[in-house]
């Protein structure tokens, strides 16, 4: 029985070990800085089995969509983010076995089903992959899934939305370009809803493509009903739809954040006191903490277990790239504006979770400390030092189990930023500056850019740094 007990300890201790999420952004992270995306796609592939997994395939092919989009290789981004859907689809229905070995171990036993933003993203960049395929088709087929997405993931209750209003956008303008201004125009009245929602404000260029192209429709009393201002004036919009072409640049600034861990550990005293004390990773202040707790089932008043708590936290990057400068045809200052804030939605998304992980871990320390004392009595001798082995060993195991769930996207840009310039049918000449706090960080030239009549062309800026 003793035996049993310390295999099952010991079985249980490496799978809970088996947590990849903190050494992945190490490996990968210096090789994407420094190596750039063809050889942090390589690396991503060399180490798909030691820093993946078959629990996070997901975000396998997820990065790799992104690295592939940022390199400009749509079809093969377009083909690693179908995977990473398909994952996401058959994840949907939850594994009820997953989910109890998760109560027993931690978060990371369970297959990762992305978080919703990175849902979202998912499907923005595979519309834009499509975009910039030229294959509109393809593009309205993505529109279709990204609009059933947003449907299963929305939700308005207690301050908590999952609606996002770039994708929205973005939806707007392929329904303009198959030629579908009904569905455009609705589109662009959930972009206003969308925004109103969530994090960020909407953009001034976005509201004034919104009222023109519901000016257009005859929606004014949408334009009402939005609480947008019909007397505001929409040359820039108003230009483009009357050209019938524009240049639309996408820029991608920043590196994105990731996860890091917020762990809290102490002793609890059953029928008495529990001191718990974490490390605040902001400030590395070490705060410490005495609250009142009820006694364990079984367990003598004063007798003590020793508890650990793992919550994930967000870590955000100082950003090297904050904003872009466009030069169309020797005209600059051109300002793309930003659509949609990654730090901010990670931070969004930690905090609607926050009840339903804390209720999570919860149980699994109330689980693992009944259990281990079961262990260390199943385990008593009468050798004192013994004893004293097996429950320092029993502890050490139990708090080993508990890791947090740091599993996350980890090539995502800090901000995606977007602006629409009207132009003329012919080539025109265009760089994008990408702008830190201490000025230029890096020019992108795209040389002659060709726009067909009746074309929208669409240039994406990845300054992920």
């Known amino acids: 029985m003793k035996r049993l007990l310390l295999l099952l300890i010991t079985t249980l201790l490496f799978s809970a070990c088996a947590n990849k999420s903190m050494t992945r952004y190490e490996a990968l992270a210096p090789v994407f800085e420094h190596n750039g995306y063809e050889a942090a ?9 030691d820093l993946y997994g078959e629990k996070t395939e997901f975000l396998y092919y997820f990065d790799l969509g992104v690295l592939y989009h940022y390199n400009g290789n749509y079809s093969e981004s377009a083909a690693n983010f179908d995977k990473a859907e398909k994952i996401y689809d058959d ?19 369970r297959p990762y089903r992305a978080r919703p933003f990175e849902v979202l993203v998912l499907h923005e960049m595979q519309i834009m992959n499509y975009l910039a ?22 939700q308005k209750d207690n301050d908590k939305t999952n609606d996002n209003g770039f994708l929205r956008y973005l939806t707007a303008i392929v329904y303009e370009m198959a030629g579908e201004p009904d569905e455009a125009a609705i589109a662009y009245y959930k972009t206003v809803k969308a925004f109103n929602e969530n994090i960020l ?29 019909n007397s505001l004036e929409t040359p820039k919009a108003k230009a483009a739809y009357d050209l019938g072409q524009e240049i639309i640049v996408i820029g991608y600034a920043g590196h994105g954040p990731i996860l890091t861990e917020l762990r809290m550990s ?15 990773s902001k400030t590395g202040k070490v705060t410490s903490s005495t ?24 870590h955000s990057f100082r950003s090297q790239v904050q904003r872009f400068n466009v030069t169309v045809d020797n005209q600059s200052g051109i300002r793309p504006e930003k659509m949609m804030a990654l730090d901010k939605e990670l931070e969004m998304n930690l905090k609607d979770d926050f009840a339903n992980t804390m209720t999570r871990t919860a149980i699994r320390v109330v689980l693992r400390t009944i259990a281990a004392q079961a262990a260390k009595k199943a385990m008593k001798t009468d050798n004192a030092l013994f004893n004293l082995f097996t429950s320092i060993g029993t502890d050490i195991a139990q708090d080993q189990m508990e890791k947090a769930d740091l599993r996350i996207a980890l090539f995502l840009p800090n901000s995606i930023q977007m602006t629409r310039i009207p132009v003329e049918p012919g080539s025109h000449e265009v760089s994008v500056t990408a702008e830190g706090e201490t000025g230029t960080v890096k020019v992108f030239n795209f040389g002659s850019v060709p726009v067909k009549k009746g074309e929208k062309k669409f240039i994406f800026v990845p300054a992920v740094k």
């Open 91 to 109: 994840l949907y229905t939850r594994s009820v076995t997953n989910e109890a070995a998760a109560i027993v171990t931690n978060d990371n036993i």
């Open 266 to 280: 102490g002793t609890y005293v059953s029928g008495g006191l529990l001191n718990l004390s974490y490390k605040d």
């Open 291 to 314: 609250v009142g707790a009820p006694p364990v089932a079984g367990a003598s008043n004063g007798e003590t277990f020793h508890i650990a708590f793992a919550l994930p936290e967000a």
């Open 201 to 229: 404000n909407l953009p001034k260029e976005a509201r004034e493509f919104i009222i023109e192209s519901l000016r257009r429709n005859d929606r004014e009393d949408d334009i009402k009903t939005l609480k947008l201002d």
């Open 133 to 154: 395929l030229k294959n509109v088709d393809g593009a309205m087929i993505e529109v279709n899934r990204a609009q059933k997405a947003m449907t299963e993931l929305y």
């Open 41 to 49: 796609i390589n690396e991503v592939k060399k180490q798909q089995e």
